[in-house]
């Protein structure tokens, strides 16, 4: 099995970017898929963004589709979700997902355990 850590959130003001990471242990970060998703209070948890094992494809919600780009570097065994232009809406926990098979909206079998991101406007 592949675990997964994420790391990088915080509180920013609105306008502000961060990134986020995702690095992978026990199996190679290489043979998934992978995805970010978010989850705000009283809300469901939503798709953000997916690549593939390679990197060849991506996907993204619209909500933030030109302001948030996923990447890879599948040599460090890390994923990273870079948010510019952020938005109180953007405010929620996020979390890396990785699957063999699975990718886009899809579901996925191993999460991490999430990255709370605040936007104050």
Do not use: H
């Not at 991506?58 to 589709?65: G, L, R, W």
């Not at 405010?91 to 355990?113: E, K, P, S």
């Amino acid at each position: 099995q592949v675990q997964l850590v994420e790391s990088g959130g915080g509180s920013v003001q609105a306008g502000d970017s961060l990134r986020l990471s995702c690095v992978a242990s026990g199996r190679a970060l290489s043979r998934y898929n992978l995805g970010w998703f978010r989850q705000a209070p009283g809300k469901e948890r939503e798709f953000v963004a997916a690549i593939t094992n390679g990197g060849g494809r991506t996907s993204y919600a619209d909500p933030v589709k030109g302001r948030f780009t996923i990447s890879r570097d599948n040599a460090k065994n890390t994923a990273y979700l870079q948010m510019s232009s952020l938005k109180s809406g953007d405010t929620a926990v996020y979390y890396c997902a990785a699957d063999l098979t699975q990718w886009g909206a899809g579901r996925y079998d191993y999460w991490g355990q999430g990255t709370q991101v605040t936007v104050s406007s």
